[in-house]
C-alpha cells in the first residue's frame, strides 16, 4: 500500500511538473577529507548485535517478509543483487549504531551507479521509503552532493567526503532521533541524526525535513517504531558488503 502511495505521489508529482533533478544540489561541493586508519568495532556489552558474521536471523526480506537473501561468507554479508532490500525484524526508535561496509576492489560505472546502497534510518515501507542515509562510491566519483555518501539522501549533504578507496572497510557511527508525533498524528519533534563517517562528522544534528523522496518535497507522516533497512539498489555495479552491524537502543 505505502509502495503504491508513495509511486502515486511520484506519478502525481511528475504531472505537476516536478522532476528528480529539481531536489539535486550540486555546489557547493563537499571538501575531501583524508581518514585516519580503518579498525573494525565490535559490539560493546549492551549491544544488540544485528548481523556477527554469521547469519541473517536478525532480517528479513522486506517486500515479502521472507529470510533475507543476501549472501553470508568470510564473517561479512554482502548484496545478493535483485533479492531485494533487507530490514531488521526488531523495530525501533531512537539508537546509536554502528555499521560497516566495503565498496569492491575494481568497481566500474559513475554517479549514483556506483557502489549504492543506503541505510534507511527508519523504514517505512517495501521499497525505498523512510529516512535513506546514502552509502555510495564518493572516492573520486562525483555527484550531487546531497546525493553522495554521508548525505541524508535529498536532503542534506554531507559536512566531508571521508571516503576511503573501494576495497577498503569503511564505518558509519550513527546516533538517531526518532520523529514523535501526538495522538492526531501532528508532528511533536522532528528526527534529527548524526553521523560519524570514518571517525569524521558528515551530519551534526541534522534535523531532517521528512522522509526521503526522490521526487518532490518530503514532508513527515506519522509513524511509531520502525525497522531499519538496507538497500538493494539494483545499479548495474559491483555488490557492496557489510559487517560488524549493532546498535544500542536510546530511550
Ligand atoms: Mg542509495
Redo the contacts with the bound molecule.
Keep these: 500500500m505505502k509502495t503504491l502511495a508513495l509511486a502515486a505521489a511520484a506519478l502525481l508529482a511528475m504531472q505537476n511538473g516536478a522532476k528528480p533533478e529539481d531536489t539535486e544540489v550540486w555546489t557547493p561541493e563537499v571538501p575531501v577529507v583524508t581518514p585516519g586508519p580503518h579498525a573494525p568495532v565490535p559490539p560493546p556489552s549492551d549491544a544488540i548485535v544485528l548481523f556477527d558474521g554469521r547469519d541473517l536471523s536478525q532480517w528479513a526480506t522486506v517486500k515479502d517478509g521472507s529470510p533475507a537473501r543476501w549472501t553470508v561468507a568470510d564473517g561479512v554479508v554482502t548484496v545478493a543483487k535483485g533479492t531485494g532490500n533487507i530490514q531488521t525484524r526488531r523495530s525501533f526508535g531512537s539508537y546509536q549504531l554502528h555499521l560497516e561496509w566495503r565498496i569492491p576492489a575494481g568497481i566500474t560505472g559513475e554517479g ?1 551507479a556506483r557502489g ?3 541505510l534507511f534510518l527508519a523504514s517505512l515501507g517495501k521499497g ?1 521509503e523512510g529516512y ?1 542515509l ?3 562510491d564518493s572516492y573520486r566519483n562525483r555527484t550531487y552532493a546531497n546525493g553522495q555518501v554521508g548525505s541524508i ?1 535529498k536532503q542534506f549533504s554531507p559536512l566531508a567526503n571521508p571516503s576511503r578507496k573501494p576495497g577498503e572497510w569503511q564505518s558509519y557511527d550513527i546516533l538517531w532521533t526518532a520523529p514523535t508525533f501526538d495522538a492526531s498524528g501532528t508532528l511533536t519533534r522532528p528526527a534529527a541524526v548524526t553521523v560519524l563517517m570514518n571517525g569524521v562528522v558528515v551530519q551534526d544534528h541534522t534535523v531532517l525535513k521528512g522522509p526521503t523522496l526522490y521526487i518532490g518535497q518530503p514532508k513527515y507522516t506519522p509513524h511509531g517504531r520502525a525497522p531499519i533497512k538496507l ?1 538493494d ?1 539494483g545499479d548495474p555495479s559491483a555488490p557492496i558488503s557489510f559487517r560488524n552491524i549493532w546498535l544500542r537502543e536510546l530511550s
Excluded: P, R, V
Aim: charged share 15%; aromatic share 8%; glycine share 8%.
Design positions: 549514483q549504492n546502497s543506503g525505498d535513506e546514502q552509502i555510495l539522501y538497500q539498489h
